[in-house]
């Protein structure tokens, strides 16, 4: 294939250059991305696997193979995921290509707890074997917050949480409801409701974050710059947000760490080893409710730091 390439603005006066190029054809492997995600609510827990081929293979490759995914405890503990549709694995389905979802059985999954330390092994029937093994990140909480609380409009809410031990990073999600309405007569014109803004402490020692200024750190170029500037002083009144903070280990970072904020590009290091590739991770998460309302309510008020104590 070749490609016209115009080196210099100087080089452009004079015409560009043929450069030959070669299109590297991609290897089709198997990948799987297996993921143990518990909440503040055991019952909430999740355990799902997504088995697929190499995203950009050649057309006309074999179906997957048929498979077994299975996730020991260091008790002993065993849960046999079973395939499920691929809508419980992914929010967007592919637009190209196909992959099989597999679920835990949720009567089994509240007995997961943070700390703990898990195997994965996904047999392929027709031979190989894909394994892994992680530890999820402790307990953590967040410091003095209720499961809902009410917020003066136009107010930051500084967010404080404690360690979670073996934690590498925190990923930082706000879904904000009813800012179309409340927005409209400022004449700023927001399109999703809700709004959601995800964000990340991209280190350990990170344990505090400013709602809602500081959320949002991969929506940056995407957002509305006057909706981005609003939201520098706080939500309006009349609006909701569902606020997450989620500790994640060593092998969902280095799987889902991209061009964000790796100067490098995507770059994908593996967690399961054998025939094929992917991700073994796990999460534990924690959430609350605000209200944005100047009228006082059953609810009780989110905690602001006295900035004079």
């Not at 196909?98 to 997961?112: K, W």
């Not at 999600?173 to 014109?189: M, N, Q, R, Y």
């Amino acid at each position: 294939m070749r490609r016209l390439v115009c080196l210099t603005a100087a080089a452009m006066l004079v015409g560009c250059n043929i450069e030959e190029i070669t299109i590297v054809k991609i290897e089709d492997v198997i990948i799987a991305e297996i993921y143990v995600n518990l909440n503040e609510d055991p019952t909430e827990n999740e355990v799902r696997a997504y088995l697929h081929h190499t995203v950009g293979a050649p057309e006309g490759v074999d179906e997957l193979p048929n498979a077994q995914v299975v996730v020991r405890r260091s008790d002993g503990l065993t849960l046999n995921l079973a395939e499920n549709v691929l809508e419980a694995c992914l929010d967007t389905l592919p637009t190209t290509g196909s992959g099989v979802c597999f679920l835990a059985n949720p009567a089994q999954t509240p007995s997961l707890s943070p700390g703990d330390l898990l195997e994965v092994e996904v047999t392929f029937v027709e031979g190989g074997t894909l394994l892994g093994a992680t530890r999820v990140p402790s307990a953590f909480q967040v410091v003095g917050m209720p499961t809902a609380c009410r917020l003066n409009p136009n107010t930051l809410l500084p967010i404080t949480w404690s360690k979670a031990e073996g934690a590498w990073a925190y990923l930082n999600e706000t879904s904000i409801l009813g800012l179309p309405d409340a927005l409209k007569p400022e004449g700023i014109v927001v399109e999703d409701d809700p709004l959601e803004l995800l964000g990340l402490s991209i280190s350990d020692q990170d344990t505090t974050i400013v709602f809602p200024s500081e959320f949002g750190l991969f929506d940056r170029f995407d957002l509305d710059q006057n909706l981005s500037t609003r939201l520098q002083s706080g939500i309006p009144d009349s609006t909701t947000a569902e606020v997450s903070i989620t500790a994640v280990e060593g092998n969902f970072v280095n799987w889902q760490r991209g061009g964000n904020f790796n100067p490098s590009g995507q770059v994908r290091v593996p967690s399961l080893r054998g025939d094929g590739t992917g991700v073994f991770g796990a999460t534990v998460n924690r959430g609350f409710d605000v209200v944005s309302s100047d009228q006082a309510s059953a609810l009780p008020d989110c905690p602001i730091p006295n900035p004079n104590p």
